[in-house]
């Protein structure tokens, strides 16, 4: 498979702020400068008529917008999206998209139109029936090996070039099943960061059975949706998982692997 390598999407919006600090250390104190991660407002519009209101590392951003409509279930395929483009101003980013009539029908009666925090996994949620959704099984696939889920691990730092800079951003990363890193992206959000990743794949056509997502993160409830309502079937993920994580992913056929450290990790299913 070839390694995915696409450009960043979206307005031009610096991703990272310069500070300067005073740094405590047993040995003394200085001045130092910093870098903090951005935070921006992005809405997400749709025919017309905005949604959802975001918070989001400001790059990537039609990746994220893809990955977002698909994985929440607003469209089912990328042939469903038509058109995207970006507005930008002082107080955020507005996304338009232009989505096939039938979905749009089905958009209104959810009646989603509040602000999503960055850690926010059921945003815009306002019925407990919404808040836990189906999902279809997962075509069962090879999971990934020992020793390619340590090789991923190993990896994952030095393709986070945002997190070495500011220590405040989830990685995703798509890994092949030898656990070479073809592609990643980074958010303020985990939730984000997943999204992204999956527009980045669904966009290039990338066969999500030969491989494997690998996150910076717990594998909540959300992350283990996110990837069975595309087919992927193995997530591997840094921290924990969560009991309603490992149900779904039992019922979906979602192989999850967590607690994913250099020298060990854990398989859940």
């Known amino acids: 498979m070839v390694a995915v390598d696409k450009s960043s999407g979206g307005p031009s919006v610096a991703t990272k702020q310069p500070v300067s600090v005073t740094r405590w250390r047993a040995d003394g104190i200085e001045v130092t400068a910093d870098q903090l991660a ?4 992005v809405a ?43 507005n930008s101003s002082a107080e955020g980013i507005e996304i338009n998209l232009s989505i096939a009539a039938r979905r749009e029908r089905g958009l209104k009666q959810r009646k989603r139109n509040l602000t999503g925090r960055t850690g926010c996994g059921l945003c ?15 075509i069962s696939t090879e999971s990934p090996s020992d020793v390619a889920v340590q090789q991923a691990v190993a990896q994952l730092d030095r393709h986070q ?10 990685g995703a990363a798509w890994c092949n099943l030898e656990g070479e890193i073809l592609c990643i992206r980074e958010d303020v959000g985990r939730h984000n960061a997943l999204d992204k990743l999956i527009g980045a794949l669904l966009c290039a056509e990338v066969d999500l059975s030969e491989g494997f997502v690998l996150i910076s993160s717990r594998a909540s409830y959300e992350m283990v949706h996110k990837v069975a309502a595309v087919g992927i079937a193995n997530l ?7 009991a309603l994580a490992i149900k779904l992913a039992k019922e979906a056929g979602v192989n999850v692997i967590a607690f994913a450290r250099e020298g060990s990790h854990v398989r859940y299913t």
């Open 236 to 242: 591997v993920a840094v921290s924990a998982p969560t």
């Open 38 to 41: 951005v935070e921006t407002p």
């Open 161 to 170: 070039p945002l997190q070495q800079l500011t220590g405040a951003v989830h």
């Open 44 to 86: 997400l519009c749709y025919n017309g008529i905005c949604h959802l209101v975001m918070m989001l590392s400001p790059q990537d951003l039609d990746d994220f917008a893809l990955g977002f409509s698909i994985t929440e279930g607003i469209i089912e395929s990328p042939q469903e999206l038509h058109q995207l483009d970006f």
């Open 124 to 138: 815009g949620t306002d019925s407990l029936q919404q808040a836990i959704r189906p999902v279809n099984p997962v």
